[in-house]
């Protein structure tokens, strides 16, 4: 039987460029080249589509430096890459390793959906929704999972701070936390526990989105739950717990990738019956958004209460050597190869469901 040939396509124009070249090494490496022949399309920052020769460089950077240019036409006739001398590669399937904009947020997934070619993950709405938390939370309001109150800014209001400022300390109570509504791996989040630091934080958040959210800040436990499938298929995995090195004031972008006293927990003790609670809310938020393939779902178990709280759901998660979702499913029996191959089956169900 003749190999299908895969595109695994990452970098891209978003802030989480770098972490996607880590995230995927461990992708690309973990695909059975006995199935398939694998196609690296890198994206730099600045929008180049790159094909890429070998993951030795993506390592070291040299990738970007490539002179041979590559699209995935949205022809679909073609379902297929094409390079500048007018080769053409026919595509099977497509793994994009992509996190924040212009690769989680369902603009990518449209140009795939144009294609007609097979791809894993959520598709353009369930992308385009998650990505965006003000939009996950309208969502989120309709189910009867509990998620941090929250007050909603738009970049031209902070024209008029001293108006934001009111109506946020009218709704909310200090510390609140600070978020862009779009981006991701915590870019541009603060914490902000008085006004000089939420006006602070407000220019930060806006510097990465024109929508920001100011929310609550909910103390206790962070967890996190890896779902895998769609519908009524849809699974999760057990809970995992983040946590962030002592001196972070959360468990930002620093913490997560550049401190090593950050740590995680597969499988923590937590009070009876709190687990299966997650797991069931992370199935629920997944399906309700109309999720396809893969997502981790994050959550707060509130200190005192034992609440459990939404946070935000992440539709194309990290691949890092120390992301949650892959060890999640590891300690489920799905080892970082047999998790790949699940997802770019999965992908060819989405055309015939």
């Not at 080249?33 to 730099?44: K, V």
């Not at 180049?48 to 002179?67: C, H, K, P």
């Not at 990518?108 to 791809?119: K, N, V, W």
Request: charged share 25%; proline share 3%; with cysteine.
């Amino acid at each position: 039987m003749s190999k299908k040939n895969v595109a695994v396509v990452f970098g891209g124009r978003s802030s989480e460029h770098e972490v996607s070249c880590i995230s995927v090494v461990t992708v690309a490496k973990a695909i059975d080249d006995t199935e398939y022949n694998t196609y690296l399309i890198g994206i730099t920052k600045e929008g180049e589509w790159l094909l890429v020769d070998s993951i030795a460089a993506i390592q070291d950077g040299s990738w970007r430096n490539s002179d041979k240019n590559a699209v995935i036409s949205p022809d679909t006739k073609g379902e297929m890459i094409v390079l500048p001398e007018g080769t053409r590669i026919k595509l099977d399937v497509i793994f994009p390793v992509l996190h924040g904009m212009y690769g989680e947020d369902g603009t990518i997934q449209g140009l795939f959906e144009m294609s007609g070619i097979p791809y894993v993950g959520c598709g353009v709405f369930a992308s385009a929704a998650a990505m965006d938390k003000f939009y996950t939370k309208l969502v989120v309001d309709t189910l009867d999972i509990r998620q941090a109150k929250y007050v909603p800014v738009l970049r031209d209001q902070l024209t008029d701070m001293d108006k934001v400022v009111a109506r946020v300390e009218k709704e909310q109570i200090y510390p609140v936390f600070v978020k862009p509504s779009k981006a991701g791996s915590s870019k541009g989040v603060s914490k902000a526990n008085d006004r000089d630091e939420l006006v602070e934080a407000l220019r930060e958040a806006a510097k990465h989105d024109y929508k920001i959210l100011v929310e609550e800040c909910i103390v206790g436990r962070e967890l996190e739950c890896a779902v895998l499938g769609y519908g009524d298929t849809t699974k999760a995995s057990g809970v995992g717990e983040i946590l962030a090195a002592e001196e972070a004031a959360f468990y930002d972008f620093d913490a997560k990738y550049n401190n090593a006293d950050s740590k995680t927990v597969i499988g923590p003790e937590l009070p009876e019956g709190k687990a299966d609670e997650i797991r069931r809310n992370a199935v629920a938020i997944f399906n309700a958004l109309d999720g396809f393939g893969l997502s981790r779902v994050d959550f707060f178990l509130e200190k005192g209460s034992n609440c459990v709280v939404f946070n935000e759901i992440n539709t194309l998660p990290g691949f890092t050597s120390i992301s949650m979702y892959p060890m999640l499913w590891n300690a489920e029996g799905y080892d970082i190869k047999r998790l790949v191959k699940t997802l770019l089956d999965m992908a060819a169900e989405r055309v015939t469901r």
